[in-house]
């Protein structure tokens, strides 16, 4: 199974950081894969309705990748 965790807490280092971290050894130990993504320091746009999402990467957008 593959999981995202989003991590939305400013502070990196805090009990929310050390909570994801556990959840993703105890996922990757029961065989899961596991993609964290800092959603608070991404580089996340809002949509802009420009449709160029839809014509070069398949319909999503890839500020969040970028970051």
């Not at 995202?4 to 050894?25: H, Q, Y």
Request: hydrophobic share 35%.
């Amino acid at each position: 199974m593959k999981i995202t965790i989003l991590m939305g807490s400013p502070n990196k280092n805090g009990s929310t950081s050390i909570l994801a971290d556990e959840f993703v050894r105890g996922a990757k130990e029961a065989g899961h894969t596991c993609e964290v993504i800092d959603v608070c320091h991404a580089n996340i746009h809002p949509c802009i309705g420009c449709v160029a999402c839809g014509y070069n990467s398949g319909g999503t957008c890839q500020d969040i990748r970028a970051a």
